[in-house]
């Protein structure tokens, strides 16, 4: 990747509050245009890096270059970035216009500059009609949109979202969602996105960036992380229903290997390996009902009805370990308190070292 390909580089930086060390030793690189999404549960440090990028926090160890130019101990306005915050931040007592205008004003540009940029975000942002409103006339999605307005007449290098769709009804969110991807599509800057809503990292990202405790656990296209999860925690983390993870030996059976455990058995390649603890990796959408015996028995106790598909969670027959969650079509509420027979494509099959975490790769 050539430096003047990349828009944001975090180079080792690091963010301590006292003696807490809240994010650690992060690495990235994102390229010019690229729309990158920070992922994972609250308080795992993302958030925390947005602002550091932003300079709204000041970095502890480590260095931050946009566009190649070392900002790291730079004040915000000299960052060339625009940011939208979770409580949109928008002045109560000003108007549509002059909340999208006011950091031009200050920057001391010029009427006709700021008139021609206010009214080019107010057509992307289909907000024209709204100019001469206060906040307080607005809608939440209309808020929104508003704040965005505010970044794009910025016109700035990077554009920073901190869980900007959070305080919107889920129909909206939905709604939001398209018009973002549609924004960047169209204005093509470089982008930087945290939420902890799978959804929306998974249909907004070119690449999905996942934290756990200060850590990057996998960088990797939406594709990569929930095909080929680097770790246990991503394995968990990503997916909805969430992987099951069932803990199993490697053994010979008839020139073969399986992998068993209590009440599951797998094939597995020959060339995985033998005699350690492992676990593995089930997607709930891999599953579905067998017509013989199947590689796994699942004791249905609830059945969870989607409309399309209903869930099957329940427990493996002679297994005590935690529930399992199979996706299968159409309404099934026959096998509420039935045991079913469930398979699966081998090739489906993810396997992690129990010891380590890691993604076992054959």
């Known amino acids: 990747m050539n430096r003047e390909e990349i828009g944001l580089q975090l180079k080792g930086v690091g963010k301590c509050f006292g003696p807490v060390r809240v994010v650690q030793d992060l690495n990235l690189d994102v390229v010019q245009g690229e729309f990158v999404v920070l992922l994972g549960e609250s308080g795992c440090g993302k958030s925390t890096t947005l602002r550091m990028i932003a300079g709204l926090d000041e970095v502890s160890e480590g260095q931050i270059f946009i566009k190649g130019k070392d900002v790291t101990h730079m004040a915000p306005m000299a960052r060339d970035i625009a940011m939208v915050f979770q409580n949109y931040a928008l002045y109560p007592h000003m108007d549509v216009a002059h909340n999208m205008s006011f950091a031009l004003e200050l ?19 289909n907000i024209s009609h709204l100019l001469q409103r206060k906040p307080k006339e607005l809608s939440g999605g209309q808020r929104q949109r508003v704040a965005i ?21 889920a129909k909206l969110r939905a709604h939001m969602r398209t018009e973002l991807a549609l924004l960047h599509e169209r204005l093509g800057k470089t982008t ?5 809503d799978q959804v929306e990292a998974m249909t907004l990202a070119s690449r999905i960036v996942i934290f756990d405790k200060g ?15 680097a770790n246990l925690f991503v394995a ?10 069932l803990e199993g030996m490697v053994q010979a059976q008839g020139g073969n290997l399986m992998l068993k455990g209590p009440g599951f058995a797998f094939p597995v390649l020959n060339s ?13 959408q891999t599953l579905h009902l067998a017509s013989g015996p199947g590689m796994l028995q699942l004791q249905v106790d609830v059945v969870e ?9 329940g427990k493996l027959v002679g297994s005590s370990e935690g ?23 081998p090739a489906a099959l993810h396997l992690f070292d129990k010891a380590s975490g890691e993604r076992i790769r054959v």
């Open 305 to 313: 009805y989607l409309g399309m598909e209903s869930l099957l969670v």
């Open 149 to 169: 307005g505010r970044c794009i007449v910025r016109e700035p290098s990077v554009f920073l979202f901190d869980e900007p769709l959070s305080n919107l009804d």
């Open 107 to 125: 920057a001391g540009i010029g009427q006709s500059e700021i008139t021609r940029r206010v009214n080019d975000a107010a057509s992307i942002l």
């Open 236 to 245: 968990g983390f990503i997916g909805m229903p969430s992987m099951n993870l």
């Open 192 to 196: 930087i996105y945290v939420t902890h």
């Open 272 to 284: 995985t390996p033998q005699g350690k603890p492992m676990i593995a990796g089930v997607r709930p």
């Open 215 to 229: 850590h990057i656990q996998q960088v990797g296209s939406p594709s990569e992380v929930f095909n080929q999860p």
């Open 323 to 345: 529930r399992v969650t199979a996706v299968v079509p159409g309404q099934r509420a026959d096998l509420l308190r039935q045991t079913v027979n469930l398979e699966m494509d």
